[in-house]
T-cell receptor, first 114, second 113 residues
Framework: DTGVSQNPRHKITKRGQNVTFRCDPI?????LYWYRQTLGQGPEFLTY????????KSRLLSDRFSAERPKGSFSTLEIQRTEQGDSAMYLC????????????FGSGTQLSVL | QQQVKQSPQSLIVQKGGISIINCAYE??????FPWYQQFPGKGPALLIA?????SEKKEGRFTISFNKSAKQFSLHIMDSQPGDSATYFC????????????FGKGTRLHILP
């Protein structure tokens, strides 16, 4: 197992465009989380899934953001009509909740909105 | 509202010295307090964690000290090494699992060779 994988690593887009990120969690991890990290700040919780169910969404997740986890495996995070304020590192993490295991983070997708 | 306050923002320590990073929290419902280490271009990685039923936890050169009455906890890195240079985040969680973690703003630690 190679850990949590995120693609792409970097994304540059123009304001108003839509972008989609993908996260592949550690196999058999039933919880998957999305966090956002801006420069000089700690990661901020966005949303999380248990299997395919989205259990909680932060107020940070505006209606331009949507996350899915079909079949409880990989997850996608889509941002529609991107704004310059969306520029950040988007981090994915996974865990095996019923074993009380720690969160394992991916290396993130760095989004730059021009 | 910042639920986990971390200080200092940056810290420079001589090789072999002790690095100390402090955190304070507000919500008494928090029951899990991890520290994460992040290197440039990487995601955070769990370093060490403590629950409020103990006052200290040590793993190798890393120690967490916890003061429940003061709602404060700190990370001590003994015999600091240049490889410890990274950003450190304290965090807290309300549930008895390490999920929905709330992070502090981070401390950039630089160890001088």
């Amino acid at each position: 197992d190679t850990g949590v994988s995120q693609n792409p690593r970097h994304k540059i887009t123009k304001r108003g465009q839509n972008v989609t990120f993908r996260c592949d969690p550690i196999s058999e991890h039933n919880r998957l989380y999305w966090y956002r990290q801006t420069l000089g700040q700690g990661p901020e919780f966005l949303t999380y899934f248990q299997n395919e169910a989205q259990l909680e969404k932060s107020r940070l997740l505006s209606d331009r953001f949507s996350a899915e986890r079909p079949k409880g495996s990989f997850s996608t995070l889509e941002i529609q009509r991107t704004e310059q304020g969306d520029s950040a590192m988007y981090l994915c993490a996974s865990s095996r909740y019923d074993r009380g295991e720690k969160l394992f983070f991916g290396s993130g997708t760095q989004l730059s909105v021009l | 509202q910042q639920q986990v306050k971390q200080s200092p923002q940056s810290l420079i320590v001589q090789k072999g010295g002790i690095s100390i990073i402090n955190c304070a929290y507000e919500n008494t419902a928090f029951d899990y307090f991890p520290w994460y280490q992040q290197f440039p271009g990487k995601g955070p990685a769990l370093l060490i964690a403590i629950r409020p039923d103990v006052s200290e936890k040590k793993e190798g050169r890393f120690t967490i000290s916890f003061n429940k009455s003061a709602k404060q906890f700190s990370l001590h890195i003994m015999d600091s090494q240049p490889g410890d240079s990274a950003t450190y985040f304290c965090a807290a969680s309300k549930e008895n699992r390490d999920d929905k973690i709330i992070f502090g703003k981070g401390t950039r630690l630089h160890i001088l060779p």
